[in-house]
């Protein structure tokens, strides 16, 4: 019953399941690929199979969608700010992404 009413609510909104599967992907991509320097080297992340040491451990922050977005736009301690290297989108789809890998939406 339970999964019946998110995928009614997903249908709702206009997303399907495959659409929100392939939003993670994009931003599981922007954090291990095309970040430049990858958000791996620094971070832990279980489901990008990061273990970087340098900053935070995702994993245990549990960061929500809008703390990822302003981090990854304007840097935040020695992190470096990305808004000149990666696109609105791309900026957009790895907060989205560790937010839901790391249950920060909840």
């Known amino acids: 019953?339970?999964?019946?009413?998110?995928?009614?609510?997903?249908?709702?909104i206009g997303l399907?399941?495959?659409?929100m599967a392939s939003d993670l992907e994009k931003g599981k991509q922007v954090f291990s690929q095309?970040?430049?320097?990858?958000?791996?080297?620094?971070?832990?992340?279980?489901?990008a199979g990061s273990a970087g040491a340098v900053g935070p451990?995702?994993?245990?922050l549990k960061p929500t969608?809008?703390?990822v977005v302003n981090?990854?736009?304007?840097?935040?301690?020695?992190?470096p700010a990305f808004n000149e290297l990666l696109s609105e989108e791309q900026i957009q789809a790895v907060a989205h992404?560790?937010?839901t890998?790391?249950?920060?939406?909840?």
Not at 1 to 12: C, S
Not at 16 to 19: A, G, V
Not at 101 to 106: D, M, Q, S
């Open 1 to 12: 019953m339970r999964k019946t009413a998110v995928l009614g609510t997903i249908a709702l």
């Open 16 to 19: 399907s399941p495959l659409t």
């Open 34 to 47: 095309d970040a430049q320097p990858s958000c791996t080297i620094c971070h832990t992340l279980a489901d």
């Open 57 to 60: 451990d995702l994993d245990e």
């Open 65 to 67: 969608k809008e703390q």
């Open 71 to 79: 981090a990854v736009t304007s840097g935040v301690g020695i992190m």
């Open 97 to 99: 992404y560790v937010a």
């Open 101 to 106: 890998v790391t249950g920060g939406n909840k």
